[in-house]
């Protein structure tokens, strides 16, 4: 756990060894040839069993995507992406900076069982600006965006249709993705958002329905048309 062994408290509690195939003497030259030729196929394995790092699930969504401390100064398009949620979902709230070449994602809120009128009073204490800060929230709820709409927030309906989902997924991979290490719940999602599989077990182009409010969010800041640019000096 990454967590644990980064934690100076435990510094002197263990020590970490990182071991390939290639320290062991004992491994027929036959099988390493073996596993360099897989290599060359297939990352997953590569990454497991010749370099020794951690491995990440079949099917995964999104499988290029890296850690950053804190979303950069770049000039890019900012807005906000709320996927509401209440008693077994959070509501999600993050904020996306698209520049030319990426996208930069930060967890702002991910909390159950909060009313409209909570969400609000979150986006007040995250420093949203009313009547300027653009957010595109779930269509589907166009309840809740008339009432925080009534707060002040610049709220605005997503675009959905069909495929959404899909094309949603393919618009955040079209460039590099980097999201904050404080954003761990999503985070979490793009370690574990996969591709459902079919009867037979084969992978589908249809994503799983968990692990995906954060992500649905993200989709949401991407989906509107005619977004006005508001840019990031």
């Known amino acids: 756990n990454t967590e644990i062994m980064n934690n100076p408290a435990f510094a002197d509690s263990f020590r970490f060894i990182h071991t390939t195939f290639k320290d062991n003497e004992e491994l027929d030259e036959s099988i390493k040839k073996m596993m360099l030729s897989r290599a060359t196929i297939d990352d997953n394995y590569r990454r497991v069993y010749v370099e020794g790092e951690m491995g990440r ?25 709320l996927d509401f949620g209440y008693t077994n979902d959070p509501s999600v709230l993050v904020r996306v900076v698209e520049s030319q070449e990426a996208f930069y994602i930060d967890e702002i809120f991910y909390q159950a069982g909060l009313t409209n009128r909570n969400i609000a009073a979150m986006l007040e204490s995250n420093g949203l600006k009313k009547n300027y800060d653009e957010i595109i929230a779930d269509s589907a709820e166009p309840k809740s965006i008339d009432e925080i709409r009534i707060f002040g927030y610049n709220v605005k309906p997503s675009v959905k249709g069909k495929d959404s989902i899909n094309a949603g997924i ?52 991407l989906s509107l048309k005619q977004q006005s640019e508001i840019f990031i000096l």
């Open 57 to 81: 699930l079949e099917g995964l969504v999104f499988t290029e995507w890296q850690q950053i401390d804190v979303i950069p100064e770049v000039k890019g398009r900012e807005r906000f992406g």
């Open 170 to 221: 393919d618009k955040l991979k079209s460039k590099k993705i980097f999201i904050t290490k404080r954003s761990t719940n999503l985070i979490k999602e793009f370690r574990n958002y996969s591709w459902a599989t079919d009867k037979e077990g084969k992978t589908t182009n249809k994503p799983i329905d968990a692990f995906n409010h954060g992500i649905d969010a993200a989709r949401y800041a």
